[in-house]
């Protein structure tokens, strides 16, 4: 966890916290439960907390971000998410943002002052 006196720990939390939304998006386009998705990001280097992940993907449901299902074929049911249509738009635009962003920050970033 970040230390709140480490400016260096906040501002990295505020980088990340701004990347959760795309990256969640980013992993939904064949539908995934959401402990599936806490390992899926924490293996690609973009650890969630759980408390963090579950109120997200429920808000993004009720945006209509998300669709879901429930698979009861198991012992343990599992909530399956995926993008619904308007959430794969918000994640083709986003991500074109994302790249326009990273293009931009690389080059400032290189530039010398």
Same mark, same amino acid.
Do not use: C, F
């Given at each position: ?32 439960? #959401?402990? =599936? &998705?806490?390992?899926? !990001?924490?293996? +690609? ?10 109120? @997200? ?29 308007? #959430?794969? =738009? &918000?994640?083709?635009? !986003?991500?074109? +943002? ?10 400032? @970033?290189?530039?010398?002052?």
């Amino acid at each position: 966890m970040a230390d709140n006196d480490d400016p260096y720990a906040n501002q990295i939390l505020e980088l990340r916290r701004g990347t959760i939304v795309l990256a969640i998006l980013s992993q939904l386009a064949a539908p995934k439960y #959401g402990y =599936a &998705l806490l390992q899926t !990001l924490e293996s +690609a280097g973009l650890p969630v907390d759980a408390g963090t992940l579950y109120p @997200l993907l429920r808000r993004l449901e009720k945006q209509g971000v998300l669709e879901s299902s429930w698979d009861t074929s198991d012992k343990r049911p599992r909530k399956y998410y995926r993008l619904s249509q308007e #959430g794969t =738009a &918000l994640y083709e635009r !986003l991500a074109e +943002a994302w790249r326009a962003t990273a293009e931009t920050m690389t080059v400032m @970033l290189h530039k010398e002052n």
